[in-house]
């Protein structure tokens, strides 16, 4: 009975190893992106040269994506991985990738494509001491809500798929360039509709706006937390608002990802405006695509800024 | 007359008018010569400078392409890497990235202190820990990982834990294994000293685990932590389902090691693995399940004789049989799993060891003979955070005695924590425990305060998921 069960599951771990473990290379190239606005850009690229996996929806925190076991057949089976990089995806991304068994997509290989290449980081910390909190060895990742710099991204993106695929290479390049026509459309209305706002205050939750604001001309007063991932403390919230009421900062941004009574509070007390701001595609209704995304951004921002 | 004087005048005037035009003409000439000049020093002024901000702006573009170049044709081991091409400056961007990234990789060390009151003494309790007031320095990790070459890397746990009977701390080797990260077919292997794949909470070290101490039944049946010196194989079916197989062997599982003897046969080997699965039951709700094995066909008397309660009978053991079954259902919102989220995990153990029972104690004296005992024992914790920093929860504990087991203990833990920081938090645990009449041992009942904290980086690994 023994030997009759251990032969049987022997054979069938054979034919799965046989059958199962060399995927038949897909005609398509199969792209997994860590964030939506990646997968976004990808889709827009590849059109239907490529299948597209976004492991965020949209609505989580760009550091906090679950680490699903589901993720990670997706992953094995991927010939591109798409990620922000300056260590925005280090709480999930490195114990997936380890789990995918995929060597294709390991760090340093072609299929690791890390969009941050050719940017230059903001606020590259001088320490990584938890004593200025969860901060980014690499500087702050959140570059890609400048669309100017979401530009390198796409570049760097479409260079990764001519190179998983290079017959494609005119279909991604005819593509790629109406894209980039169109986002180009959207940037000089987005600057156009933001200059009358120049020098908006704002604060926000968590450390996510740097690049926008310096792209836009807006001045990011600063943030709800105390330090990146430490929470408030009641004497860092009374000096926020303090310092709130005395330089006028008219906008509270909460990300949706965080809590809102703190938030509340604090457009409360100073008299300020509560938005909430989507920080990548999906993270609110209607802003499926990444310059849906950066239309609202925009125009929630315009609506409640001081008349 | 007249007329020839008016002819002369006009005729020296006019002779006085054209002198008077070669002096103004000399002059303008000279002027526009001066301005030529001038314009013409200008003209060479400003192409010289322009040349010379073309040469700069033409260096600075250079620079740049070369800086550019530099990091789309890194080599693999520098590819991708952001922010290669920043400008110049004492220390670049990517120097300080590497620098941390060094930094990071090497230093990461983590304590447990535990505060505990208990009511009874240890010898009414069978605790390693005295009844009272304690502290128990209870660890001091120090974990260091890094790729060895672009097919493995490695990775050392060594720990340093305050010694029950003198209170000195023992360093000793946790973990140093090990492991590929380029085998084909889906496989991993790892080889070395290193915590093996049994059941979920088995691999976890203590700092990690969800309440403040070890389930009884893992303690009991397993020793611990599943420490290993030996190999184990990964393998992720090549599937669309997530599926994952260890199988492993070493020369012991959990603390206390084997007998080594004086030959090692094949038989004397730890063979252990675990099957394990997901399903996304909901976006936010996620179930986890898994079944372990573990078999040391010749057990050569692991932890030596066991002396029973009756003070005289002893128990070796023989063969260790164990076998496991778990699961863990999770809650993990994913707007804001950093702020909320809900655990229920359990893990139910078979133990079915064969002991050498030597009625009276006295080894040769052939009353002894061999006996199968069979013993089950689980855990089970629910865990719920509402917010960042803090969570509760409620351990069960039930285990039968592996040698006796009539012998049953039950514990029932009440739990909360308050964490912080990400890397500081403070846990508050009150323990029932209830032993039965055949174990001799007395009820009890204790609170602890234990405090965790971690330098360095942290990051999550895939067991600890």
């Known amino acids: ?307 | 007359m007249k007329i020839r004087l008016i002819g002369l005048c006009l005729g020296l005037s006019a002779f006085s008018l054209i002198a008077q035009e070669a002096i103004d003409a000399e002059k303008l000439n000279k002027q526009l010569k001066q301005l030529q000049e001038t314009f013409e020093k200008q003209q060479a002024e400003m192409k010289a400078n322009f040349e010379k901000l073309v040469r700069e702006q033409q260096s600075q573009i250079d620079a740049l392409k070369k800086q550019l170049e530099a990091s789309t044709n890194a080599p693999p081991g520098a590819a991708g890497r952001p922010g290669a091409g920043i400008a110049g400056g004492a220390v670049t961007p990517e120097q300080l990235r590497e620098l941390n990234e060094k930094v990071a990789a090497v230093v990461q060390a983590q304590t447990k202190t535990r505060f505990s009151y208990r009511s009874k003494g240890s010898d009414l309790t069978g605790s390693d820990r005295p009844g009272g007031f304690d502290v128990f320095q209870r660890s001091i990790e120090l974990n260091v990982a890094g790729s060895v070459d672009p097919f493995a890397k490695g990775y050392a746990v060594i720990n340093a834990t305050a010694e029950s009977a003198t209170g000195e701390a023992t360093l000793g080797v946790e973990e140093a294994a090990l492991q590929t990260t380029a085998l084909p077919w889906n496989l991993e292997l790892k080889a070395g000293r290193f915590f093996g794949e049994f059941g979920r909470l088995g691999y976890i070290h203590d700092h990690e685990l969800p309440f403040v101490n070890r389930p009884l039944v893992l303690d009991q049946y397993i020793g611990g932590e599943s420490k290993t010196d030996g190999a184990q194989v990964n393998w992720l079916l090549p599937v669309a389902h997530y599926i994952s197989l260890s199988l492993g062997a070493g020369d012991q599982f959990g603390d206390d090691p084997n007998n080594p003897g004086t030959f090692r046969h094949f038989s004397e080997l730890n063979f252990f693995g675990r099957l394990s699965t997901y399903f996304d039951l909901r976006p936010d709700w996620q179930i986890e399940g898994g079944i372990s094995g573990l078999l040391n066909p010749k057990a050569e008397d692991r932890g030596g004789a066991l002396l029973q309660p009756n003070g005289v009978t002893t128990f070796t053991e023989r063969e260790r049989r164990l076998a496991g079954l778990d699961f863990k259902l999770s809650y993990v919102p994913l707007l804001n799993n950093q702020f909320r989220g809900f655990t229920w995990g359990t893990e139910l153990l078979y133990s079915n060891n064969r002991y050498r029972v030597d009625p009276d104690g006295i080894p040769s004296t052939g009353d002894e003979f061999n006996d199968h005992v069979g013993s089950f024992g689980l855990y089970s914790y629910a865990t719920y955070k509402w917010t960042r920093q803090w969570s509760g929860g409620f351990l069960f504990d039930w285990v039968q005695n592996a040698q006796n087991n009539h012998d049953q203990t039950f514990a029932y833990s009440p739990y909360i924590t308050w964490a912080l920081s990400h890397w500081n938090q403070l846990r508050l645990q009150y323990t029932h425990t209830d032993h039965n009449a055949a174990s001799g041992l007395h009820p009890d009942d204790a609170i602890y305060l234990q405090w965790a904290w971690i330098i360095g980086s942290h990051a999550h690994g895939w067991q600890q998921r």
């Open chain 1, 1 to 307: 009975m023994k030997t009759k069960f251990l032969r049987t599951l022997s054979l069938a771990l054979v034919a799965i190893a046989a059958f199962g473990s060399v995927p038949a290379r897909a005609a398509k190239v199969r792209v997994v992106a860590t964030l939506t606005d990646l997968a976004d850009f990808a889709r827009e690229i590849g059109g239907d040269r490529v299948d597209v996996y976004s492991l965020a929806t949209g609505i989580e925190d760009t550091h906090g994506v679950p680490m699903k076991p589901s993720f990670v057949p997706v992953l094995n089976r991927a010939d591109l991985l798409l990620l922000v990089g300056f260590g925005c995806e280090h709480a999930f991304l490195p114990a997936l990738l380890e789990a995918s068994k995929n060597p294709h997509i390991q760090y340093g290989q072609p299929g690791y494509v890390d969009c941050a290449q050719g940017i230059v980081p903001l606020e590259v910390p001088k320490s990584t001491d938890h004593s200025e909190g969860d901060v980014h060895p690499y500087g702050n990742p959140h570059y890609m809500l400048d669309p100017v710099l979401a530009k390198t991204a796409i570049q760097t993106i479409y260079n990764a798929l001519v190179g998983a695929a290079p017959q494609y290479r005119a279909d991604f390049t005819r593509n790629r360039d109406a894209y980039l026509k169109k986002l180009d459309a959207k940037i000089a209305e987005w600057e156009q509709a933001l200059k009358p706002v120049h020098g908006l205050k704002f604060v926000s939750y968590h450390n996510h706006w740097p690049y926008f604001a310096s792209r836009f001309g807006l001045e990011y007063f600063g943030t709800i937390e105390l330090k990146p991932l430490v929470d408030p403390t009641p004497r860092h919230i009374e000096e926020l608002i303090s310092a709130m009421k005395a330089e006028h900062v008219p906008i509270v941004v909460r990300e949706p990802q965080f809590p809102e009574k703190v938030p509340s509070l604090i457009a409360r007390q100073t008299g300020a405006t509560l938005v909430k701001l989507p920080i990548m595609p999906g993270g609110v209704p209607h802003t499926g695509t990444y310059i849906e995304e950066i239309d609202y951004i925009v125009h929630t921002l315009i609506a409640a800024a001081p008349k």
